[in-house]
């Protein structure tokens, strides 16, 4: 789209988009093409020779049982967060919404975790969860009688880092929750009111499906959130282990491309990310002309 | 509201109560941890009363963590990130919107294809290409073989290595980070809703195009720029996996890797009063910078995601 009245200049123009072309190819598309051609070559950690070898590195990729199963735990990781988070921030929204007094207040409380770097969150529940010292490990031990021990229990372990992701999570889907929310007309809850419906059915028959929209878009927000920018979380607080149970997609690239200096996996599994999030984003764009239609 | 119903009334004061406090507890648990000595903070479980050394504590966390160098270099990252952003895309989107020359759609489908592809999926090669912005540039020497050409001109070897690095630089910081297509979006859908008459109005005053730009289009954008200030700070100086990469000296490092080091490992003594105490100071930046512009950071989010 452009407007219908334009301005004409020779090289303005030009001028102008050039410094976001200029990053965009200095830090985008080249990388991404060298990205793509690595992962066709097999080289030696020190560069000094490569060999192209077609899609063997795909392949051994997805031989791979160590990247099999830091698929399966990438996937039990986003949908954990993302359930978690969207339940709590959808709750917390909807219980603020019917509060009549102090609304400010309330969403002051509730929005600055968005700030948190997911790093320092991590730090906050790796106090909580510490096994020795933790309150909230030492709380979990109590009412179900276990030994809580995310240093050496993988599935400890996941549930730390989706806690340590999650919260902060929870006022992002808050905010647009609440906006959500405030969107609905009146006039439709005060229609169902009047004809009998309780707030609980009113909820689940007029709210509820208002809101799949923001349902729907904060579901790809997250799920793309614990595939990439949980990243400071994992490596502040499990550094992908025990045994590599919480080894996620892109912490395995980090860490086969800088630790292990295999290149051309890294670069492999960085096209298989890509291409996953490509897949990501176009749904999201179907979605996106979907949403119009529904609040119109 | 609609009706009266009052005991689910108090169960909502109730819940909401009980959200927030969930949502709170991490940060009040920490602050008192924060200021309680080494024996308390140890203790099993850890008292609820806060103690007198959060002064001490604190102190000790910014000469330990060497914290305030590196919340300095926080700072400079997300400030040159936000202002990078906003500045390229903002000109980048007034280039699009209001001018028309043949390499329009071409530039806006080249940028329209980095939208939602964060520097995750494609570190290793970014990272090369910030070791040495030339090594394209290098290549292509390699390729054409033009060392020989060179030595034969001169009449003696010469290796020619061309290098221009951005590791442990602010450029290498910022730079890399402020292509972003979700930015130029937002600018571009806003000036779609500037009205035509105003553009019309200008041209026909004589404005030119920067004239234009800057008596009328940056005015009408002052809220979706302080909109976009609050969220790209945040963004900016919480970025993680980056500033790992490309920092390798310690003076270099951004507040929130720095953190890391504070971290009481299983051998250490349980300093985690200290280590809490510099998360705490760590984290406070982009915290009151969401608070104190509540209102843009709302609407810039929402705007944003749209």
Known sequence: MIKRSTFKSGYLPYLLILPQILITLTFFYWPALQGLSQSFFLSDPFGRSSKFVWFYNYIELFTDPLYLKSIVTTITFSIAVATVSITLGLFIATMANRALRATALVRTLLIWPYAVAPAISGILWLFLLHPSYGIVALTINNWFGTEWNPVLYGKDAMIMITMASSWKQISYNFVFFMAGLQAIPKSLIEAAAIDGASPFKRFWAITFPLLTPTFFFLSVMNIIYSFFETFGVIHTVTQGGPGGSTNILVYKVYQDGFVGLNLGSSAAQSVVLMSLIILITFLQFRYVEKKVQYTG | MIEKTPILDIFTYIFLMVGILIVGFPIIYSLIAATLPLEDVSKVPMPLIPGDQFMVNMKEAWTRGNLGNQIFNSFIMATGITVGKITISMIGAFSIVYFDYRLRVL????VFCTLMLPVEVRILPTYEMAANLLGPLQGLWDVLHLNGLVSWFAGHDIEVSLNWSLLDSYTGLTL????????????????????????EAAKMDG???????????????????????????V?????YLWPLLITTNPDMTTAVIGLQDLIPQADDLPEWNVALGAAMMVMLPPVLVVLSMQRWFVKGLIEKEK
């Open chain 2, 176 to 199: 890399p980070l402020i292509a972003s297509a979700t930015c130029t979006f937002l600018f571009r859908q806003f000036f779609l809703t500037v009205p035509e008459e105003l553009c």
């Open chain 2, 107 to 110: 530039a806006f489908a080249s």
């Open chain 2, 235 to 239: 963004y900016g100086y919480n970025q």
């Open chain 2, 207 to 233: 404005a030119s195009p920067m004239t234009f730009f800057r008596k009328i289009l940056f005015p009408l954008s002052k809220t979706n720029i302080a909109a976009l200030i609050v969220i790209e700070f």
